[in-house]
T-cell receptor, first 112, second 113 residues
């Protein structure tokens, strides 16, 4: 079945550092790809999405590009802030389906 | 404001008891979902419903039951058959159109006394 693999955490960075969280996927067909963020004690919030190859999703300074050739959707941010500390989930939705398949999540901590 | 409301935020259950988690949405979404989240793990799908009066099992449906009598509501019952019910439960909804993102509630944390 379809699956999503994220880089293992936790990830700890200093404020203003560059962030990359790796995400690769296995799927039949061409899924839509999502990044969600979860702050402590809360549900998940959609951060960004991409629905076809070479699409770039972006929001709040975060970016991710749908790479079909490497089956990847890595999350990047040029300068992180303390408020970015959260758990980040990569997910895919199969074409023609509404179910999401999630990666295991990556906990990010930003120190001042 | 439109959104998804889960209640209660914290819930405690005695051994052998059934307990029902509430999920209500006012986003006019047709599809609704229940996920279970365990520490350090991703979300696993319990049940989902694409339309009123219809629902399907997800990956870990054993020990759980749902109903979908109204578009706005999708309650989840954790039965005594669920051997390890302590977890964080998340409800979500989405439009039926393809590739639409899911919107999540703030979750219910269930603990066994």
């Amino acid at each position: 079945g379809d699956s999503v693999t994220q880089m293992e955490g936790p990830v700890t960075l200093s404020e203003e550092a560059f962030l990359t969280i790796n995400c690769t996927y296995t799927a039949t067909g061409y899924p839509s790809l999502f990044w969600y963020v979860q702050y402590p004690g809360e549900g998940l919030q959609l951060l960004l999405k991409a629905t076809k190859a070479d699409d770039k999703g972006s929001n709040k300074g975060f970016e991710a590009t749908y790479r079909k050739e490497t089956t990847s959707f890595h999350l990047e941010k040029g300068s992180v802030q303390v408020s970015d500390s959260a758990v980040y989930f990569c997910a895919l939705s199969e074409k023609g389906a509404q179910k999401l398949v999630f990666g295991q999540g990556t906990r990010l901590t930003i120190n001042p | 404001d439109g959104g998804i409301t889960q209640s209660p935020k914290y819930l405690f259950r005695k051994e052998g008891q059934n307990v029902t988690l509430s999920c209500e949405q006012n986003l006019n979404h047709d599809a609704m979902y229940w996920y279970r989240q365990d520490p350090g793990q991703g979300l696993r799908l319990i049940y989902y419903s694409q339309i009123v009066n219809d629902f399907q099992k997800g990956d870990i449906a054993e020990g759980y039951s749902v109903s979908r009598e109204k578009k706005e509501s999708f309650p989840l019952t954790v039965t005594s058959a669920q051997k390890n019910p302590t977890a964080f439960y998340l409800c979500a909804s989405s439009d039926r159109a393809l590739n639409q993102p899911q919107h999540f509630g703030d979750g219910t944390r269930l603990s066994i006394l």
